[in-house]
């Protein structure tokens, strides 16, 4: 009922900064929180992002003062620019979305996930 496609991952040196973009589209009513998570081989997937439908954001700490998460409202999309890239940001990078349908159902949604990789 709803799909999330990510774009923007790829490979980076340290120090340089990607976006990536994640577009939501199907049968939304609303979106709630929108979100970046990310998972590092052989790690569990960790919240990096959040950001509500007010605005409101929180951040991993190990993100703090490099991220930043926003959010396009009418288009239904949220973005991550990341500055100032690590080889630990090295990841698989997933969008996320709180959404509740037309039929006013509410449910959570994924994306297919994209590879951000930074090389030292």
């Known amino acids: 009922q709803v799909q999330l496609v990510e774009s923007g991952g790829g490979l980076v040196r340290a120090g340089g900064s990607l976006i990536l973009s994640c577009a939501a589209s199907g049968s939304i009513f609303s979106i709630n929180d929108m979100a970046w998570y990310r998972q590092a081989p052989g790690k569990q997937r960790e919240l990096v992002a959040r950001v509500g439908s007010s605005g409101y954001t929180n951040y991993a700490d190990s993100v703090k003062g490099r991220f930043t998460i926003s959010r396009d409202n009418a288009r239904n999309t949220v973005y991550l620019q990341m500055n100032s890239l690590k080889p630990e940001d090295t990841a698989v990078y997933f969008c996320?979305?709180?959404?509740?349908?037309?039929?006013?159902?509410?449910?959570?949604?994924w994306g297919q996930g994209t590879q951000v990789t930074v090389s030292s």
């Open positions: 996320y979305a709180d959404v509740t349908t037309i039929a006013r159902s509410r449910f959570t949604s």
